[in-house]
């Protein structure tokens, strides 16, 4: 600061590039510390949830929404993963999340996972996050597609959507909910582009 105490400074690099710094510097305009937020929502996925067609960090969906409930979350999305407890379960004791979602089974469409074998997966997901975060309320988004009339190798993905959609009412939690994926397509955007959830440059004029 400008009393020579030291301050904290945020840097928002690319958003899923490879970025190497080779110098930092700093010519005094620099804005107010942000407010800190309560760190409320837990975000499992996939690139859905990680962002891939956004440029920049603050142009997920994740971030969008953070914004507009003035909470902050982390952003647990990994391009590529199936419907997995291993790489999300260590995070759901971390916080008293009040909210986890698990939008997850897209690349288990794509890739042929047997249906037996994604219903299994997906109960030890509900149930691993379950019991870390007991306190939260647990919302399935069931798996969307980025282009049209596609097909599986194994199943439709209707069949993977509505495992999603038997796992939970199994449960019979009442902290537990599924939220229809395509609900939040932008179904008559050209390249049939989640507007929610792949966030492009149309998505943020929108």
Not at 72 to 92: H, Q, T, V
Not at 182 to 202: F, I, K, N
């Amino acid at each position: 600061g400008t009393d020579g105490s030291m301050r904290e400074i945020e840097v928002l690099p690319p958003h899923l590039v490879d970025f190497v710094f080779q110098s930092i510097s700093i010519d005094g305009r620099l804005g107010g510390a942000p407010k800190k937020r309560e760190a409320a929502w837990l975000a499992v996925g996939d690139s859905i949830t990680q962002g891939m067609n956004a440029r920049r960090p603050d142009a997920t969906y994740v971030q969008h929404m953070c914004d507009a409930l003035s909470i902050s979350a982390w952003n647990l999305g990994i391009g590529g993963c199936r419907m997995d407890k291993d790489p999300f379960e260590w995070a759901s004791p971390m916080r008293a999340w009040k909210l986890v979602t698990i939008a997850l089974g897209a690349n288990d469409f794509v890739a042929g996972t047997p249906l037996d074998v994604f219903r299994r997966n997906t109960v030890e997901m509900v149930e691993a996050l379950r019991q870390g975060a007991p306190q939260a309320r647990i919302v399935m988004i069931t798996p969307v597609i980025m282009v049209r009339d596609i097909s599986g190798p194994v199943a439709s993905l209707d069949a993977y959507r509505e495992i999603i959609s038997s796992v939970v009412a199994d449960t019979s939690c009442p902290s537990c909910a599924v939220v229809d994926g395509l609900t939040l397509v932008d179904a008559g955007g050209a390249h049939h582009t989640p507007c929610l959830l792949y966030t492009s440059d149309a998505a943020d004029e929108e």
